[in-house]
């Protein structure tokens, strides 16, 4: 069983730049081998994906954060990042932290959300 415990979400106002972080309650070598990645869901939305990393650090973003968003892994502290810059009104959602691998069943574990909101 994995925990993640997303934190750095808040009001932030349009153009500014926030820091999420999600941290995983798993060994150092067992985090490696989890492809991380960030959701998003608005009020009335359904849940997209914005970012992920694999293993390898290969990164993919949705296309309405390209840019703006970096997700990187610090392995060695079990940690995941989202980086948000130019943050726009239709960036406000809760983020959803997710580890998923595949070893002979499918382990995918979600944190609790933390809320982004952009607002002047």
């Known amino acids: 069983q994995v925990q993640l415990v997303e934190s750095g979400g808040g009001l932030v106002q349009p153009g500014g730049s926030l820091t999420l972080s999600c941290a995983a309650s798993v060994s150092t070598f067992s985090f490696s081998l989890y492809t991380m990645k960030w959701y998003r869901q608005a009020p009335g939305k359904q849940r997209e994906l914005v970012a992920s990393i694999v293993t390898g650090g290969t990164t993919n973003y949705a296309d309405s954060v390209k840019g703006r968003f970096t997700i990187s892994r610090d392995n060695a502290k079990n940690t995941v990042y989202l980086q948000m810059n130019v943050l726009k009104p239709e960036d406000t959602a809760v983020y959803y932290c997710?580890?998923?691998?595949?070893?002979?069943?499918?382990?995918?574990?979600w944190g609790q959300g933390t809320q982004v909101t952009v607002s002047s």
């Open positions: 997710n580890a998923y691998r595949w070893s002979w069943r499918a382990h995918d574990y």
